[in-house]
């Protein structure tokens, strides 16, 4: 069956001013007009998706089938369009039979123009005429229905884009107003969601704005690499200035007694000469040849010189920011407000993971391991996944370990942070599980803790390069909350 692209082209129709209206409809409707104008990252995300709208609708025209009739008409009237004006003429009668079977619009015209004739033939200019009135007519009910399939699209897109900008809207407090935050949003906001799932969300994201230290914490966490030095393949002579020691004599320390006439460092003696009547022209002629009696002080002067050495120059290499690998403890004890300040945590690390287009997977251990990856592009339905879960269980933080250093030996993750969110009331880690993290940890690979509990084990403590401490006892909750 023929396409509506096909017939339109056939037709020598060139449907991309339609698309073009279509995509000028788009963002000039009223229901969305005022979702954009309140988040203008969100436009600039819409403008670079209209390209990919436009192809979509493109090929929805394409792959759409006409009516039958109107499919059987053109091919008619391609058969009809071969024949001479001799073989129209015998087969007048029978072309308009076939039209009033198809129930074409233009069998009534067709009928009105072979009433006015006044031979039984048509001539040369009739047969133009009619040929040409035929095609206007199939061209005006491709139009037609190119319209409808267009007004339609037009409204479900309208529906669709309300829906996602809605959803991204209410998703952007969760990042930094950044295109590149709301264009990782909206890629996220494509899946099918309901109202109460984007409520989770926030209601987490609410959370974590009143916990800020939460927010401090993981911004810490985000960029504590730092840049690995790289020595220079050759040594090379440089001068270098560099300060080298003289003694001088600024005042610093007491280095003894000396004749002068600094009247400010006197000795007691010389001062009781000067109070008595018979002795005070002999200060004063001591004072004119100073030959007072004073300390004597001395310091160190470090002055600048030049001199050639051989320096070893590095090149700063800047560490790659990468991916995060984040364990969470879903076990008893992380119940309550333990479990908010974990999944808020984790909200914290996939905001910086937007805005700095780096991925986030992660882990939550008990006996079994559930893993979501939160940046793929099914990430939001994971993410809802994710909060929904509630921490009951055991805590089997080997086992968690084991599947993270397995997980970096793959390909994309193997520049990866591996974060591990627990109280770290635990049992002794085997002393394999040691060892394999110490080989990645040489291999520049990073562990962190990030504790909820002071009652975590130091044992366990120990393998990892960085341990950040979150109090979540009531005391210090209230102490936190006073200072806000």
Not at 181 to 198: E, G, I, V
Not at 203 to 224: I, N, V
Not at 374 to 397: A, C, K, V, W, Y
């Amino acid at each position: 069956m023929i396409s509506l692209d096909t017939l339109l082209n056939l037709l020598t129709l060139n449907d991309s001013l339609n698309l073009n209206d279509l995509l000028a409809t788009l963002v000039s409707a009223p229901q969305l007009v005022m979702l954009l104008q309140r988040s203008p990252g969100l436009k600039k995300v819409l403008q670079r998706e209209l390209p990919r709208i436009k192809e979509e609708v493109a090929l929805q025209l394409k792959n759409t089938p006409v009516p039958q009739a109107l499919s059987d008409e053109f091919s008619f009237y391609s058969q009809i369009l071969g024949l001479n004006i001799y073989q129209f003429n015998l087969q007048l009668q029978q072309t308009c039979q076939r039209l009033e079977q198809l129930e074409s619009p233009f069998y009534h015209e067709a009928q009105a123009l072979l009433d006015q004739m006044e031979q039984p033939q048509l001539t040369s200019a009739q047969h133009r005429l009619f040929m040409q009135r035929w095609r206007m007519s199939l061209t005006l009910q491709a139009l037609t229905l190119n319209d409808d399939l267009l007004a339609q699209q037009r409204d479900n897109l309208i529906n669709e884009l309300k829906k996602q900008l809605t959803l991204s809207g209410v998703l952007a407090p969760l990042l930094d107003d950044e295109e590149m935050s709301h264009s990782r949003l909206w890629d996220l906001s494509k899946s099918s969601l309901q109202s109460a799932d984007s409520q989770l969300i926030v209601e987490y994201s609410q959370f974590l704005q009143s916990q800020p230290q939460l927010t401090e914490l993981a911004e810490k966490l985000g960029r504590s690499r730092e840049a690995k030095a790289i020595p220079a393949e050759a040594t090379q002579l440089a001068e270098e200035q560099v300060l080298q020691a003289k003694l001088s004599h600024p005042p610093e320390e007491v280095n003894g007694i000396h004749q002068s006439n600094d009247v400010l460092r006197l000795l007691p003696p010389e001062l009781a000469a000067l109070s008595l009547d018979e002795l005070e022209i002999e200060f004063y002629r001591k004072l004119i040849e100073k030959r007072l009696l004073t300390y004597q002080l001395q310091g160190v002067d470090a002055q600048p010189t030049t001199q050639t050495r051989p320096v070893s120059y590095q090149q700063h290499d800047k560490q790659p920011k990468g991916p995060f690998i984040v364990c969470v403890d879903t076990s008893g004890s992380m119940g309550g407000f333990n479990e908010r300040c974990a999944k808020a945590f984790c909200l914290a690390l996939l905001k910086i993971a937007f805005q700095e287009n780096r991925r986030c997977f992660v882990m939550m251990f008990t006996r079994e391991i559930i893993s979501y990856e939160l940046t793929s592009e099914s990430g939001m339905p994971q993410l809802i996944r994710f909060l929904s879960q509630r921490f009951r269980g055991g805590t089997d933080l080997a086992h968690c370990l084991d599947e993270a250093v397995k997980k970096l030996t793959q390909g994309v993750w193997q520049e990866a942070d591996v974060v591990v969110i627990s109280d770290f009331v635990a049992q002794r880690l085997p002393s394999e599980i040691q060892q394999r993290v110490h080989q990645q940890q040489q291999q520049q690979q990073r562990f962190h803790a990030v504790t909820l509990s002071q009652h975590g084990k130091p044992r366990l403590l120990n393998i990892f390069d960085f341990v950040w401490t979150f109090d979540t006892r009531l005391k210090s909750r209230l102490q936190r909350f006073l200072r806000r």
